[in-house]
T-cell receptor
Framework: SQQGEEDPQALSIQEGENATMNCSYK?????LQWYRQNSGRGLVHLIL?????REKHSGRLRVTLDTSKKSSSLLITASRAADTASYFC???????????????FGQGTTLQVKP | GAVVSQHPSRVICKSGTSVKIECRSL??????MFWYRQFPKQSLMLMAT?????????EQGVEKDKFLINHASLTLSTLTVTSAHPEDSSFYIC???????????FGSGTQLSVL
């Protein structure tokens, strides 16, 4: 079953603006990851944040994690037209007897960056 | 980064035929591979998890006799859609990870269209 809920479902901004996407999940986790998918393609790993971390940066990406609220956010600063894609959060859910070893993906946010 | 190759990228077949999709890790040993299904503008639905040399673990609601998964080596997993029907038309994506790697590396996906 799907674990993550993301909002907004769709986001349209102008080049240069910042884009923020949010993700909520239901179970305990070891880590939360963000992936990017261009239309009709596979996913590309962007960043991983562990359950004991609160914030992480990678280039123009900033990820936060609030385990008390079971939520995460992805911020893309100074967006570019090439950032247009779908963005998914994914969690490695800890269920019952322990780590499942599999990633469960959120519903995704479709980002359009207009030049 | 690690490369996962998925073939074919697109296949059109007649109803009742079987289709095999290959997923290869090119530069690392994939101890675990995952198969996902994705409908247009939706998230990835995990179908099954396969570990090299053992039977695949299927998610609830996924027919194991319909979607045959083989993970015979550390670099190759295959998904065979048996007796395909139009409702099996979808985008299928494989992903792989190594023993000590928490992130997934994705193939580029296979668009299956069953006529």
């Amino acid at each position: 079953s799907q674990q993550g809920e993301e909002d907004p479902q769709a986001l349209s901004i102008q080049e240069g603006e910042n884009a923020t996407m949010n993700c909520s999940y239901k179970t305990s986790i070891n880590n939360l990851q963000w992936y990017r998918q261009n239309s009709g393609r596979g996913l590309v790993h962007l960043i991983l944040i562990r359950s004991n971390e609160r914030e992480k940066h990678s280039g123009r990406l900033r990820v936060t994690l609030d385990t008390s609220k079971k939520s995460s956010s992805l911020l893309i600063t100074a967006s570019r037209a090439a950032d247009t894609a779908s963005y998914f959060c994914a969690t490695d859910a800890i269920l019952g007897s322990g780590n499942t070893g599999k990633l469960i993906f959120g519903q995704g946010t479709t980002l359009q960056v207009k030049p | 980064g690690a490369v996962v190759s998925q073939h074919p990228s697109r296949v059109i077949c007649k109803s009742g035929t079987s289709v095999k999709i290959e997923c290869r890790s090119l530069d690392f040993q994939a101890t675990t591979m995952f198969w996902y299904r994705q409908f247009p503008k939706q998230s990835l639905m995990l179908m099954a998890t396969s570990n090299e040399g053992s039977k695949a673990t299927y998610e609830q609601g996924v027919e194991k006799d319909k979607f045959l998964i083989n993970h015979a080596s550390l670099t190759l997993s295959t998904l065979t859609v048996t007796s395909a029907h139009p409702e099996d038309s979808s985008f299928y994506i494989c992903s792989a990870k190594g023993l000590y790697n928490e992130k997934l590396f994705f193939g580029s996906g296979t668009q299956l269209s069953v006529l």
